[in-house]
């Protein structure tokens, strides 16, 4: 059972917009602890989307947008294409636990 | 150009140990916190342990405090993992990440290691 809750799926058709919702409580997200999203595909490594709320690393397409508000975040991909299909996680801090915790992850699918 | 590169995954038996090693190159290793995150077989990411920049503080999740060791040597761009009493819930793959902070604390995970796996078996 993950701190972060996130949907275990979304899909949607190539050039739709699809957003991921993290939800955590007020020792994290709500503690003003920042989100950070990662995308995985199987095999390898995470890869960083979104840092520190809203920012792209470089090279990061910017059709993928983060949010957040409350207790809560969002990770958006516009522009739905078929390389985006992947695992994506959310990660922030639990004041807490003191430690890092993530999401369970959301499986994106291209339809 | 940042790599992490983990060895010393392995086969190992309930109770048995195991070191992981984790060495950098393409940043300043000496001012940032490093972090493992192991990967359950087809399940989520989960936060192990994270070590401050000069060594000196480290942190630990609930599943692994007083079972698992972290450290580092500065002088040779490295960090390690120590894993004693090992279950066969532990059984992951073991990520090495670097988040660009002196001090552990919410900051993002900006490379990964390709990941070591380690099987424990009853």
């Known amino acids: 059972q993950s701190v972060l809750t996130q949907p275990p799926s979304v899909s949607g058709s190539p050039g739709q917009r699809v957003t991921i919702s993290c939800t955590g409580s007020n020792s994290n997200i709500g503690a003003g602890y920042d989100v950070h999203w990662y995308k995985q595909v199987p095999g390898r490594a995470p890869k960083l989307l979104i840092a520190?709320?809203?920012f792209r690393p470089s090279g990061v397409p910017d059709r993928f947008s983060g949010s957040k508000s409350d207790t809560s975040a969002s990770l958006a991909i516009a522009g739905l294409q078929a390389e985006d299909e992947a695992e994506y996680y959310c990660?922030?801090?639990?004041?807490?636990?003191?430690?890092?915790?993530f999401g369970g992850g959301t499986k994106v699918t291209v339809l | 150009e940042v790599q992490l590169l983990e060895s010393g995954g392995d086969f190992v038996q309930t109770g048995e140990s195991l070191r992981l090693s984790c060495t950098a190159s393409?940043?300043?290793?000496?001012?940032?916190?490093l972090s493992w995150v192991r990967q359950l077989p087809g399940k989520g990411l989960e936060w192990v342990s994270a070590?401050?920049?000069?060594?000196?503080?480290?942190y630990y999740a609930d599943s692994v405090k007083g079972r698992f060791t972290i450290s580092r040597d500065n002088s040779k761009n490295a960090v390690y993992l120590l894993m004693n009493s090992l279950r066969v819930e532990d059984t992951a793959v073991y990520f090495c990440a670097y988040m660009p902070l002196y001090y552990y604390g919410s900051g993002s995970y900006n490379y990964w290691g390709q990941g070591a796996l380690v099987t424990v078996s009853s």
């Open positions: 070590i401050n920049a000069d060594g000196r503080n480290t």
């Open positions: 520190g709320n809203t």
């Open positions: 393409g940043f300043t290793f000496t001012s940032h916190v």
């Open positions: 990660q922030s801090y639990d004041g807490n636990l003191r430690g890092s915790i």
